[in-house]
Antibody, heavy 121, light 110 residues
């Protein structure tokens, strides 16, 4: 079955960097697109970044453009979110989500359990 | 920017039917698929409806989705409400490379 395990969260000071990982299993990793979705404490969901199955297309939310970068390593079945110049408003649980269908992004479907990022001095 | 608007909260009694709306701010909501996610307290979201009205295996047939082009909105309907349906529900769609979520609706079953 589809398994997505996020890691790399923690407490970090404003202005610093953090890299999140999402390690996948139970399917052919290289054929699926992935999303990062975040949820600040007590608030709703926000799409952060998307990467196509082959890494050729990437999209970032305006709130993180120029600071966050999504990437993938198909040899390691892992998706990454490099987060630079972190701000207190980036504090959230970050979820890794896999598309339902193989190919380009179309339908966020399978969710990981999330990893908490806290930006605080 | 494209936005999806949901009611902040709804409540209904066990056994009844409730409908949660999700209204698009511009364009046609029928142009792209809408998904619905359920999030119980302390848990990650799970998909209850995908591609407007498709139900994943394992999701009760009490859950259904629809699109109304005249009101530019999508709806999630839950019939035969159970206390276990109490959760936050989010709609999600897509517009010009932006994957957008609604603000979420808290469903209370009392």
């Amino acid at each position: 079955q589809v398994q997505l395990v996020e890691s790399g969260g923690g407490v970090v000071q404003p202005g610093r960097s953090l890299r999140l990982s999402c390690t996948a299993s139970g399917f052919i990793f290289s054929t699926y697109s992935f999303y990062w979705v975040r949820q600040p404490p007590g608030k709703g969901l926000e799409g952060v970044a998307v990467i196509s199955f082959d890494g050729s297309n990437k999209y970032n939310a305006d709130s993180v453009k120029g600071r966050f970068t999504i990437s993938r390593d198909n040899s390691k079945n892992t998706v990454f979110l490099q987060m630079n110049s972190l701000r207190p408003e980036d504090t959230a649980v970050y979820y890794c989500v896999r598309d339902l269908w193989g190919g380009d992004p179309s339908c966020p479907f399978h969710w990981g359990q999330g990893t908490l990022v806290t930006v605080s001095s | 920017n494209f936005m999806l608007t949901q009611p902040h909260s709804v409540s209904e009694s066990p056994g009844k039917t409730v409908t949660i709306s999700c209204t698009g701010s511009s364009g046609s909501i029928a142009s792209n698929y809408v998904q619905w996610y359920q999030q119980r307290p302390g848990s990650a979201p799970t998909t209850v409806i995908f591609e407007n009205n498709q139900r994943p295996s394992g999701v009760s047939d009490r859950f259904s989705g629809s699109i109304d082009s005249s009101s530019n909105s999508a709806s999630l309907t839950i019939s035969g409400l159970k206390t276990e349906d109490e959760a936050d529900y989010y709609c999600q769609s897509y517009d010009s490379s932006n994957w957008v979520f609604g603000g979420g609706t808290k469903l209370t079953v009392l």
